[in-house]
């Protein structure tokens, strides 16, 4: 598009705005509207479709989807709610409250919040007078509309659009199938079709996002083209190493759980405190890591490192177990021009919410995937900045290590990999569609008889499979689902024929972890004499330490009926234990781009010389090791490892297929890109089963699955085993990717 038709293009839509807009736009002084907003004020204008806006961080896609909505709704006012905004954290609906009530101050258009930290107040008013815009969770939404059914219909009688902020951490997972489940059922009552508007920075296939989008709606979805500019990144990577038998990170001094900083095996994480110390010294940071044991241990250390060097305290932690208030407190610290605050994170500022310019990130370890690294990314480089990103890497080195493939560091390569995919090639991981997530189907399946009462089997039927989530699910399987919970006694037969809640149920529905479908364990709440710090997993009796939110505590008493620690702040560095913090899927296009790495000669400019040198060597091992050329790698008598080169559910399907016939094997850690095999043959004769495998027509409902399917489902021990079966094999196995990838090799 010529520079005169781009302008006359911006100016069109510019006037199409309405004017209490238009006049936000001229005193906060921009200087013309982006691409994504005139081409989301252009569907929203002219067009009935859903729209898709998938653009960098930072790059207004928020204003791109509020200013033409808004628009509408001012020129053509509702008479009940006319735009509800969804999104997956109430940190980012508060962020996103104070932007809108500046945007709106002079349209008379009101904005509401509802979660569960909201006015009791504001909400009790908007169910009298239902207007504007109302911002909600999926949990907030599927409360109302199964506790508050009538209110619902008046609430949403005019409902026109709906916005879905940051979709792809939706479409991840079953939280994002129940918020189309309710959204679905919130239409059948009203019989109101709303437009739906997505918003996400990193999306891997455009068009599963826009088929998830539609879902339910009946509509088509646009997702506009726009040019948004090469960016200029500024990635460092560096690297530290522990030369010890044993890597000592975490030394614990009896049961104190106190970390000894002074032992012996850790020069290396010396090194590295002292280093991250010096690169974020009067810089605004966000050091990340995948796990709060991690980034807790680190912001620690650096708190210490800072003590010792007499640097002001700027250190502090933000993960999900923080208490909200601590958490608000440094999102507005990091807001604030003045503040030089180094804040540690997990997952929790990935997302949207708006924490000013920051210097840079720094990413401990390797991104959990291509998603994840992009998400990081964009939290700096606002307002014009260069993105810059710092990646550290700590090594423990086993000395005269018999084990051919330890030297090999796969989360440094897997790093190196992550960032040619994303910056050069601008790839992120698709997101596959859940099909059968019997879980939430439970859930909905209990949530529509809490709304509505007494339900024949067949119309209880018919409300939940005709849900567009549960296509895939047939009657029979349903069948049998129901069946279940009546012998469970989460349901229970009428003596009209009818179904209703059992005894058992009621306890389930009554409570009020009901509403949310993801899981997550029984948490303690964190105490000191004035505040709530956090909350942990686990009890740590009287006189033990442990680490929240960047600060050493001692547990002073314990009332476990009430689930409380009570704790007094002390000094030193303290260690936390957390259950699992994340599972990482890799994509087969990441895991090839590894092994593109390992066969090529290029360097990489961000590499600092020891980085450098690392690769290399990591080269030559993988070389000369043969992983490369050959599919099974001898690695001791009767160990194999089988290189497929394959994502982590064609690994998997391959791991059981080898079951089938009596050959174990394993994934030994989470990340990991081969399967380690115990087998009494040669090489070449494991190669040849494999093979086997391949040609054949393998039935993944005869593999030899445990009996208890690693699924994560907060309701899974309410489905029967079948069920979880086969939803394994149909979402979590690939026989098909297996055999397209090994076909390459």
């Not at 609906?93 to 569960?116: A, M, Y």
């Not at 990635?235 to 990170?249: G, T």
């Not at 800072?306 to 177990?321: Q, S």
Request: glycine letters at 6%.
């Amino acid at each position: 598009m010529r520079t005169d038709e781009r302008r006359e293009h911006i100016m069109n839509a510019f006037e199409r705005l309405a004017p209490f807009i238009q006049d936000f736009i001229y005193r906060n002084k921009w200087e013309e509207l982006h691409g994504n907003q005139v081409a989301a004020c252009e569907v929203i204008f002219d067009s009935d479709d859903n729209l898709l806006l998938s653009s960098g961080t930072a790059s207004g896609k928020t204003e791109a989807a509020f200013l033409p909505v808004l628009t509408e709704l001012y020129e053509h006012p509702s008479s009940s709610v006319g735009v509800m905004y969804i999104s997956p954290l109430k940190a980012l609906i508060n962020d996103q409250f104070k932007r809108l009530d500046l945007l709106l101050e002079d349209s008379n258009i009101p904005v509401t919040k509802w979660h569960g930290d909201a006015s009791v107040t504001r909400k009790n008013r908007l169910m009298k007078n239902p207007e504007g815009v109302l911002q909600i969770t999926p949990e907030s939404l599927e409360s109302l509309l199964t506790n508050k059914r009538g209110a619902c219909m008046k609430m949403f009688s005019d409902l026109r659009f709906v916005i879905i902020d940051e979709v792809h951490s939706f479409m991840r997972d079953a939280r994002g199938l129940q918020l189309l489940c309710v959204l679905e059922r919130l239409k059948n009552l009203t019989g109101v079709n709303p437009r739906r508007v997505g918003l996400s920075a990193t999306l891997g296939d455009v068009s599963l996002a826009k088929d998830w989008l539609n879902t339910g709606t009946g509509r088509e979805c646009v997702a506009p083209l726009f040019d948004e500019g090469k960016k200029k990144v500024r990635i460092h990577i560096e690297r530290f190493v522990n030369y010890a038998d044993k890597k000592d990170f975490v030394e614990r001094d009896g049961s104190l759980n106190k970390v000894n900083d002074s032992s012996g095996g850790d020069i290396g994480d010396r090194e590295h405190y002292d280093y991250l110390f010096k690169q974020t010294l009067d810089k605004k940071t966000i050091i990340f890591a995948n796990s709060r044991e991690e980034i807790e241990l680190v912001m620690a250390h650096l708190r210490e490192t800072a003590l010792k060097n007499k640097a002001p305290d700027v250190y502090r932690v933000h993960h999900g177990n923080v208490s909200a208030l601590l958490r608000e407190n440094t999102e507005d610290e990091m807001k604030s021009t003045d503040e030089k605050i180094v804040t540690g994170a997990t997952v929790t500022l990935e997302l949207g919410i708006d924490i000013g310019s920051l210097d840079q990130a720094v990413q401990i370890g390797a991104p959990m995937n291509v998603s994840s690294f992009a998400q990081r990314l964009g939290r700096c480089g606002r307002r014009g900045q260069v993105p810059q990103i710092l990646f550290t890497f700590v090594e423990s080195l086993k000395i005269n290590s018999s084990d051919t493939l330890g030297p090999i560091n796969w989360e440094f390569i897997r790093t190196i990999a992550i960032i040619e995919l994303y910056l050069r090639e601008r790839w992120i991981e698709p997101i596959p569609p859940l099909k059968h997530a019997y879980n939430l189907l439970y859930h909905q399946t209990m949530s529509c008889l809490k709304s509505s009462g007494e339900m024949s089997p067949a119309g209880l039927a018919q409300a939940v499979l005709s849900l567009s989530c549960f296509r895939e699910i047939s009657k029979e399987d349903y069948k049998k689902l129901l069946g279940h919970l009546i012998y469970i006694d989460q349901l229970e037969r009428t003596e009209h024929g009818g179904l209703v809640i059992g005894r058992a149920g009621e306890k389930v529905v009554n409570s009020h972890k009901f509403l949310t479908v993801f899981l997550a364990p029984e948490y303690l709440l964190v105490k000191d004499e004035n505040r709530t710090i956090g909350t942990v997993d686990k009890v740590y009796p009287v006189g033990t330490r442990f680490a929240l939110a960047g600060m050493s505590w001692e547990t002073v008493d314990v009332n476990v009926k009430s689930k409380v620690l009570f704790v007094k702040r002390v000094q030193g560095i303290s260690a936390v234990d957390w259950d699992m913090d994340f599972e990482v899927d890799l994509h087969t296009v990441l895991v090839r781009k590894v092994r593109s790495i390992l066969q090529g000669q290029e360097e990489y400019k961000y590499l600092s010389e020891r980085c450098d040198e690392r690769l290399n060597e990591i080269r030559y091992i993988a070389r000369n090791s043969g992983i490369l050329e050959h599919l099974v790698t001898t690695l001791s008598d009767k160990k194999f490892a089988v290189f497929s080169w394959v994502g982590t559910r064609q690994l998997t399907t391959l791991h059981y297929a080898l079951l089938q016939r009596k050959i174990k094997s394993r994934r030994l850690w989470s990340t990991t890109l081969y399967l380690e095999v115990i087998f009494g043959g040669t090489a070449d004769e494991l190669e040849a089963i494999i093979r086997d495998i391949l040609r054949s027509e393998l039935d993944l409902y005869t593999l030899p699955l445990p009996d208890k399917i690693q699924i994560r489902g907060k309701y899974n021990e309410f489905v029967p085993a079948e069920l979880l079966r086969k939803q394994f094999i149909e979402d979590y196995l690939d026989f098909q990717g297996l055999k397209e990838g090994m076909g390459q090799v």
